[in-house]
T-cell receptor
Framework: EPEVTQTPSHQVTQMGQEVILRCVPI?????FYWYRQILGQKVEFLVS????????KSEIFDDQFSVERPDGSNFTLKIRSTKLEDSAMYFC???????????FGEGSRLTVL | AQKVTQAQTEISVVEKEDVTLDCVYE???????LFWYKQPPSGELVFLIR??????QNEISGRYSWNFQKSTSSFNFTITASQVVDSAVYFC??????????????FGTGTQLKVEL
């Protein structure tokens, strides 16, 4: 079964540091997403990405965040200067029009100290 | 704006009991999709079902069944003969029809299901 893979599974960082979370979406998918889940809360949409540009972003996705598809296979989320409140599980997802299913990765847990 | 409400924060049942998880949604779209995801303690999101707004037929998959009622804007999920392995947080989610932005999901707050022996 196709899967979305994310690295790292867990990252601990100091406040103010830059973090890059990586995702490899399913190979023939064209739509990619980042979602965030603060511990014990619901999953929240951050950003969608299509055709090498952001198609939609939420108010959470401020200037500290950026996304990139640097090489045609990886899809990255960068947080420029992490804050304590960025501690969360970050899920990457990709969507295929053929099945209509949104496939999520296993998540990257970010802990900001 | 879209909204998903899962009023049940936590449900505890004894193994083999049936349990229904409620989901009520709000949307102005006439075409939309509804989803259920399972989040076990390990943290990943496991896809369970996707249903489009034109298909009100109930669906059964093994011990799982879903009841979609457009008239009450509800998409409830029933687990028959629950098992300990069903213990997880279950999320209901809603997305607008594909408009070029793909499927942006709006999630509910989740229902924690605990199945005990």
């Amino acid at each position: 079964e196709p899967e979305v893979t994310q690295t790292p599974s867990h990252q601990v960082t100091q406040m103010g540091q830059e973090v890059i979370l990586r995702c490899v979406p399913i190979s023939n998918h064209l739509y990619f997403y980042w979602y965030r889940q603060i511990l014990g809360q619901k999953v929240e949409f951050l950003v969608s990405f299509y055709n090498n540009e952001i198609s939609e972003k939420s108010e959470i996705f401020d200037d500290q965040f950026s996304v990139e598809r640097p090489d045609g296979s990886n899809f990255t989320l960068k947080i420029r200067s992490t804050k304590l409140e960025d501690s969360a599980m970050y899920f990457c997802a990709s969507w295929g029009r053929d099945t209509g299913e949104l496939f999520f990765g296993e998540g990257s847990r970010l802990t900001v100290l | 704006a879209q909204k998903v409400t899962q009023a049940q924060t936590e449900i505890s049942v004894v193994e083999k009991e049936d349990v229904t998880l409620d989901c009520v949604y709000e949307t102005r779209d006439t075409t939309y999709y509804l989803f259920w995801y399972k989040q076990p303690p390990s943290g990943e999101l496991v896809f369970l079902i996707r249903r489009n707004s034109f298909d009100e037929q109930n669906e059964i998959s093994g011990r799982y069944s879903w009841n979609f009622q457009k008239s009450t804007s509800s998409f409830n999920f029933t687990i028959t003969a629950s098992q300990v392995v069903d213990s997880a947080v279950y999320f209901c989610a809603l997305s607008e029809a594909f408009t070029g932005g793909g499927n942006k999901l709006t999630f509910g707050t989740g229902t924690q299901l605990k199945v005990e022996l």
